[in-house]
């Protein structure tokens, strides 16, 4: 069932597993986030979502070294010589590919409970190219 109020309807993303403050739902022109009395879009689209979650599942496979930052640590990360994951469709939740790493910065569930502190990322180092872009480099096979 679509929840209000009008005309920004949202639809539930299906049912909750665990207890959170929030819920996925996607929102009127198809956004993947975050409601918790205020909408968070996190992807343009939920195949956007669908794709970050398969390139954290990757990237969490292909990485030497794995680095978690939280609230004001995020907001200092150094992008310079990063390019967006287009794939992602990224609104408050991108992720960045480097030389050599990728880097998940989620900041959807901080915005929706309005606690910066919440803000997180995950920096994937040591990739080599099938880390970095799997199947978009199929001339360097897997280790």
């Known amino acids: 069932m679509p929840e209000g109020p009008e005309p920004d309807w949202l639809f539930e993303a299906g049912a909750q597993r665990t207890a ?18 205020k909408w968070v879009a996190l992807h343009a689209s939920v195949e956007g979502w669908v794709e970050a979650l398969a390139l954290a599942d990757h990237a969490r496979r292909c990485a030497v070294t794995t680095t978690m930052l939280q609230g004001a640590a995020v907001n200092d990360l150094e992008l310079d010589g990063f390019e967006a994951v287009p794939e992602v469709a990224g609104l408050a939740d991108t992720w960045w590919r480097g030389s050599d790493s990728l880097i998940a910065v989620y900041r959807g569930e901080a915005e929706v ?11 994937y180092a040591g990739l080599d190219a099938w880390g970095l872009r799997g199947l978009d480099d199929i001339s360097a096979p897997s280790k």
């Open 113 to 123: 409970m309005e606690a910066p502190r919440c803000g997180t990322a995950t920096i």
């Open 20 to 37: 959170l403050p929030y819920s996925f739902v996607i929102g009127p022109d198809g956004e993947f986030g975050l409601e918790a009395g």
